[in-house]
């Protein structure tokens, strides 16, 4: 992979990482947007791990989101959430960003 891919690649994750915690709840959440936002981190979490891309990142923000719920804290338990959603999304862009690059390579 060339250093102009492996820099976009960087760049477009650390943006939607970025936008996940700017638009992070501000709001007190509750027990249903906590729900809300775990199932849909939950779901592009396995759509990554599917694909075989899952990161180690998102599924620790996604057992933390959980342990957060646990203990009652839903603001921190959906900030987890959007944050392994966002990580998983980055991973299955990652995936079909990177599938067909070893064909670009030039043997030598």
Do not use: H, P
């Amino acid at each position: 992979m060339s250093n102009g891919m492996m820099r976009l690649t960087a760049l477009v994750v650390l943006s939607m990482v970025l936008v996940a915690a700017a638009t992070a709840v501000r709001a007190a959440s509750t027990e249903a947007d906590y729900k809300a936002a775990y199932a849909a981190a939950e779901a592009a979490n396995n759509e990554a791990g599917k694909l075989r891309n899952q990161w180690t990142t998102a599924v620790k923000a996604l057992k933390n989101a959980k342990a957060a719920a646990d203990a009652g804290d839903f603001d921190k338990a959906v900030a987890q959430s959007k944050t392994s959603e966002t990580l998983s999304k980055a991973a299955i862009f990652q995936f079909n960003e990177q599938k067909d690059a070893w064909r670009k390579l030039e043997i030598r």
